[in-house]
């Protein structure tokens, strides 16, 4: 019952819990006792748990624990059975030297230690193979009393104890091991204030990297948000400009719409008089009448808008659309930098990524083609190293994870953790990539690596680049090889394909940071319409 009590008690008062309220570490106090202890020191350094010493960078909020209250109340009721002598020390008895704060009475002193243990102390004296050959005796204050022999004629405690035979321990021996002892304590207690510090170190360094992130969201969130609204003030001034200039082009439209009107108006006036005078049937009349005809005036803007090209914003367009992929280059080039800034932060104990040939060979995974995925329309070769296309559907057995219609396969192996592998082509039409075991088999475009959400492909086709996901595709600029290397940091969710030369230096083509929730198996894909096209995994040194 004591070791229950010893559970729901304080830390700070060393009484049992009252209104226990639990800190983020774990670990319960009073209420009032945690908040006075913090009252204490939060002006003067960062607030930490009194028991575990973790810190934490703001002060936490301080509730009851409700479900710790009841819990406590209801260990309290049992408790109060038992007395209090039965589990502290009293005036008395002997004390326990190993208890902190409150003193429990010892149950058992020992001669090798030159110390006394309670009950819950002792459990761990008695089951460690270094203590079992200690000496046990009811508790007793006079220890080192008993353990010298000042004259010949008393006989300490231990030299009436039978030893087995070969133990007996000279004076000098104990005095060596006592040295060795203490200096294995000395290093022990070294090693503890070494880890100590170390762990302050990560404490600061886990505040540096929320501070620094904290900063990074709100500086990019400022800047992009400036740029937006700076694209959609020019979007809004292009809108204001074409429809100012529609309204211009408009009213001069309408202005030569009246004229045309006016115009039309008098001919068709001068259409009658020309009929009358046509339907006169006097000769003398209808001479003198024709004569006094005023001549028809020509409209000098006839020729131009009979002229006029009907095309009037298609400049404006071409140069909104040129500065979008000019604006699109950009992003897609820049935005991979911004990436791999956001990815190289280095943080302490975290093995940093690869950065040199040597560095990803360190994570070469040797992998081979799984003759249950293998399309009907490839073949495999050099111990299911290479795979190749050819006019003829070759005979497979019927397998439910078999490529039936796209030629196409996935690696026997699993792929989990940092892995490296090089993928070799003797064409153009490849496309190499990662998948998921259940990636679609269908036979339309969604069957194809890179089309559908469980797979991610780098398109290897007329000397150029481009990244496939989920329908989405990016072009891709680099250096074109027709090697490539491909790694994977599957719980940082980085998949990165490089470009192999061949004097073996590596240039990053594209890198995915995402979320892999599942096992990712090697891939390729092989335009239909090579036959002979190859793809073969390398053999890496």
């Known amino acids: 019952m004591w070791q229950v009590r010893e559970t729901i008690s304080c830390h700070i008062c060393q009484d049992v819990l009252n209104e226990p309220a639990t800190i983020p570490c774990g670990h319960s106090f009073c ?13 003067e350094k960062t607030p930490s748990c009194p028991q575990c010493g973790l810190t934490f960078a703001l002060k936490p909020n301080l509730v009851k624990s409700t479900t710790l209250a009841v819990l406590v109340e209801e260990l309290k009721t049992g408790l109060r059975a038992a007395p209090v002598d039965h589990i502290y020390a009293g005036p008395e008895d002997v004390t326990c030297d190993v208890c902190s704060g409150r003193k429990r009475r010892a149950s058992k002193s020992c001669l090798q230690c ?13 089951e460690a193979p270094a203590f079992k050959k200690h000496k046990l005796m009811e508790p007793s204050r006079e220890l080192q009393e008993m353990l010298s022999c000042p004259d010949q004629e008393s006989t ?74 700076l694209l959609e003030k020019r979007r809004s001034d292009v809108t204001k ?56 005036r020509e409209d000098p803007d006839s020729s131009s808008i009979r002229n006029r090209p009907l095309r009037y914003f298609g400049d404006a367009t071409a140069a909104v659309s040129e500065l979008r992929d000019k ?4 992003l897609s080039e820049k935005w991979t930098n911004i990436l ?31 003759p249950n995925t293998v399309s009907e329309r490839l073949v495999l070769a050099q111990g299911l190293k290479k795979v190749t296309l ?12 078999r490529f039936s219609f796209w030629a196409q396969v996935l690696s026997k192996e699993g792929l989990t953790g940092r892995c490296y592998w090089e993928v070799e082509w003797n064409r153009i039409g490849v496309y190499v990539a990662v998948a998921y075991k259940d990636a679609s088999r269908e036979r339309g475009d969604p069957g194809i690596f890179g089309i559908n959400d469980k797979s991610w492909a780098l398109e290897c086709i007329e000397e150029d680049y481009n990244f496939w996901h989920n329908i989405v595709s990016i072009p891709v600029k680099g250096p074109w090889s027709s090697k490539v290397g491909v790694y994977l940091n599957h719980s940082a969710g980085v998949l990165a394909f490089y470009s192999i030369s061949r004097k073996k230096e590596m240039t990053l083509l ?10 990712l198996h090697a891939g390729v894909h092989l335009r239909c319409l090579s036959p002979g096209l190859s793809a073969k995994l390398c053999k890496l040194k």
């Open 114 to 126: 030159l110390a006394s243990y309670c009950e819950e102390d002792l459990q761990f004296h008695r």
């Open 510 to 519: 594209h890198r995915v940071h995402t979320r892999f929730t599942e096992p």
């Open 390 to 401: 050819m006019d003829e559907e070759q005979s497979y057995p019927k397998h439910p994870e």
């Open 241 to 296: 400009q074409v429809r100012s200039q529609q309204e211009t082009e408009m009213t001069r439209v309408r202005e030569l719409q009246e004229k045309l009107e006016t115009e039309i108006s008098e001919l068709k006036r001068r259409d009658i008089d020309l009929e009358e005078l046509s339907n006169t049937d006097d000769d003398v009349q209808f001479l003198q009448d024709y004569q006094s005809l005023p001549p028809l």
């Open 156 to 229: 300490c405690y231990l030299c009436t104890v039978e030893e087995p035979k070969g133990s007996d321990i000279t004076s000098a021996e104990r005095a060596e091991k006592q040295g060795e002892l203490e200096a294995g304590r000395r290093l022990v207690q070294q090693k503890i204030k070494d880890r100590q510090r170390e762990m302050r170190l990560l404490q600061q360094e886990m505040e540096a990297i929320k501070r620094s992130a904290d900063e990074a969201v709100e500086h990019n969130e400022k800047t992009l948000s400036e740029l937006i609204q």
């Open 327 to 330: 604006l699109h280059d950009d």
């Open 31 to 43: 209420l009032s006792c945690i908040e006075i202890h913090w009252a204490d020191v939060v002006g």
């Open 340 to 370: 791999e800034t956001v990815t190289g932060v280095d943080v302490l104990l975290t093995e940093p990524e690869p950065k040199t040939r040597a560095d990803f060979l360190r994570y070469t995974r040797i992998l081979t083609w799984d």
